[in-house]
């Protein structure tokens, strides 16, 4: 199912034309259009949930964790990133289009901020 208010549905769909970095059937992969770090990419998959608490299906869960692997290695930061799921507001979460975070190319503290 897609939203047809959601920007994420709209890239993984192609009307928004968006490069992606990965595409399969489940999931994209594409450049965050305001990087934290040198490298930041999103992974989101094709099908709209919300956020990961709505996300239900756990062989698509571990789908774009494959697609986060992935992308790290497409990106050349396999050896060094983070990957980061925001859920809620409170929690940085600003698109409710579930998505997954790699960063890398720089040192990352910890804890975030
Ligand atoms: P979050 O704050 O965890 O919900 O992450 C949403 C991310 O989506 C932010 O890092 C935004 O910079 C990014 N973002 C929002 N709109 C777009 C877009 N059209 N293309 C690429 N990244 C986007």
């Not at 992969?29 to 040198?38: E, G």
Request: proline share 5%; hydrophobic share 35%.
């Amino acid at each position: 199912m897609t939203n047809k208010n959601c920007i994420f549905c709209k890239i993984a769909s192609g009307e928004i034309k968006t490069d992606f970095i990965m595409e399969t059937e489940d999931y994209v992969s594409f450049n965050d259009v305001n990087p934290q770090a040198p490298w930041h990419a999103l992974i989101i998959p094709r099908e709209h949930f919300s956020s990961l608490n709505d996300l239900n299906n756990i062989e698509l869960m571990g789908k774009l964790l494959e697609g986060a692997q992935k992308t790290a290695e497409k990106l050349g930061i396999k050896e060094n990133y983070r990957t980061v799921i925001n859920t809620g507001r409170e929690a940085g979460q600003t698109v409710f289009h579930v998505h997954l975070h790699v960063l890398g190319g720089r040192p990352l503290n910890w804890p975030p901020g």
